[in-house]
């Protein structure tokens, strides 16, 4: 089979739909989750990391991959943005395709061989009302239902959102969108920005107190050559940036303190050489068009950042025009500042995958965002430790091995030493 590149196996790519943590698109620490609105790129999975439809790799980052179909509402491309499967990169997909991050431990907590608690209550039993004073509860009834903490940070993107739901709280929602543009934000009667309009202004909106925002990779490190290779056309990113935070900034919150953040796009973590086979393996282009763009000067690195770098400018601007939005990104923290390569505490270590690692991102947010901090248990580096070796325990054919597997996920990220690498 042809190779799939990671980000496209998140969601379901190669000949399985099911490439990341999960093949649902939203989750939350309460283990929420939603149907997702069909989109142009919803069969495009910019959160798998490089390996076929595999349990494992399928959950981070599910997409399917299919050259022939258009990529959902937004339509940039055929369907299916799932790196082709092979038998060497079948276990990537877990960590881009999982519908709660909390659901898969949730799940295995039940202890093996025993009979769980509530064996014997039925449908009925939960249905019935909880039993009042002065009532005793009938056999077989449950005890009453907690309501959930309302929710109270909402983060909404594409696949590349997907890591911050390693943080795990009720109160705190991620909702990825596969293969979600930010141009498919800009139009009105877009799926994407109707659910995201009505969980805002639902009953599920009434205690927010940050909104987060995590799109444009699939504009810029996919639709782009879609546009120019397939369409004979040229993106416009400055009006997509615009449009794309003009729609934020205009969501209606109960709240008018609530605040509003774009997280700017990642530079590529891919090689030069890797960019047109990757383009391939997600199904963007056909391996002819693929061929195009590897001989081509828009597969070099610096260009390729220039243009992320290009947009997220753009994004920058309009959100000091409106005012009520704030920017940020932290590129300049994964990057080398000359070379403007991703370090590599922060690659997949597989070639053709476009995300980045989770968990030392993660902690880059942490030291950017206190809030965000707040949010996390002690010992939660420790955590991310191990969500991350058992993320490359199914990447045994993986082309390289990861710092933090020497270092530690806390090492590659603050070690001076190491991270200068």
Same mark, same amino acid.
């Given at each position: ?23 649902? #698109? ?46 959902? @509402? ?17 276990? %990537?997909?877990?960590?881009?395709? !999982? ?73 705190v929602m991620v909702r990825g969108f596969k293969g979600a543009s930010a141009k498919g934000l800009g139009r009105e009667g877009n799926e994407n920005r109707d659910t995201i309009r009505n969980f805002v202004d639902g009953p599920t909106g009434k205690h927010l107190e940050r909104l987060v925002f995590v799109f444009g990779s699939v504009d810029v490190h996919l639709s782009f050559y879609y546009? =120019? ?13 615009? =449009?794309?935070? &003009? ?26 050489? &890797? ?52 920017? !940020? ?6 990057? #080398?500042? !000359?070379?403007? !390569? ?5 690659? %997949? ?17 942490? %030291?950017?965002?206190?809030? /965000?901090? &707040? ?5 939660? @580096?420790?955590? /991310? ?6 993320? /490359? ?16 996920? %806390?090492?590659?990220?603050? &070690? ?6």
């Amino acid at each position: 089979m042809a190779y799939r590149p990671p980000h496209l196996r998140r969601g379901g790519g190669g000949g399985s739909n099911n490439t990341g943590r999960n093949d649902s #698109d939203s989750y939350s620490s309460a283990g929420g989750s939603g149907s997702r609105p069909p989109s142009r790129w919803s069969n495009v999975s910019t959160s798998t990391r490089d390996t076929p439809p595999s349990s494992s790799h399928q959950q981070r980052y599910s997409h399917t991959n299919s050259n022939s179909r258009s990529y959902g @509402s937004d339509g940039y491309s055929r369907s299916g943005s799932q790196p082709q499967s092979s038998s060497n990169y079948s276990n %990537d997909a877990s960590r881009y395709g !999982e519908s709660s991050s909390s659901s898969a431990s949730r799940s295995s907590s039940r202890p093996a061989g025993g009979t769980s608690r509530w064996a014997n209550v039925t449908d009925a039993s939960l249905r019935a009302p909880a039993p009042g004073p002065g009532r005793r509860r009938r056999p077989g009834e449950g005890p009453p239902s907690t309501p959930p903490p309302p929710i109270k940070v909402a983060f909404f993107g594409d696949s590349f959102v997907r890591l911050f739901g390693l943080i795990e709280r009720p109160d705190v929602m991620v909702r990825g969108f596969k293969g979600a543009s930010a141009k498919g934000l800009g139009r009105e009667g877009n799926e994407n920005r109707d659910t995201i309009r009505n969980f805002v202004d639902g009953p599920t909106g009434k205690h927010l107190e940050r909104l987060v925002f995590v799109f444009g990779s699939v504009d810029v490190h996919l639709s782009f050559y879609y546009t =120019k290779y397939v369409k004979g056309q040229d993106i416009d990113l400055d009006d997509i940036a615009e =449009k794309y935070v &003009d729609f934020v900034a205009d969501l209606s919150t109960a709240d008018s303190s609530v605040k509003k953040t774009i997280v700017g796009v990642y530079f590529s973590p891919l090689a030069d050489a &890797d960019v047109g086979p990757s383009l391939a393996s997600y199904g963007s282009l056909t391996e002819e068009q693929a061929a195009l763009v590897s001989g081509s000067h828009d597969a070099e690195l610096r260009n390729r950042q220039e243009r992320v770098l290009a947009f997220n400018n753009a994004v920058r601007k309009r959100c000091e025009e409106r005012g009520c939005v704030q920017y !940020e990104d932290i590129n300049d923290v994964m990057t #080398d500042s !000359e070379t403007y !390569e991703i370090k590599d505490a922060y690659k %997949d270590v597989s070639n053709h995958n476009i995300h980045i690692v989770w968990e030392t991102t993660l902690l880059l947010w942490l %030291d950017r965002w206190s809030w /965000l901090k &707040d949010l996390t248990p002690p010992g939660f @580096s420790e955590g /991310l430790q191990r969500t991350l070796e058992t993320y /490359l325990k199914t990447k045994p054919w993986a082309e390289r091995t990861h710092v933090a597997e020497t270092v530690g996920v %806390d090492g590659a990220v603050h &070690d001076k030493k190491v991270n200068q690498m």
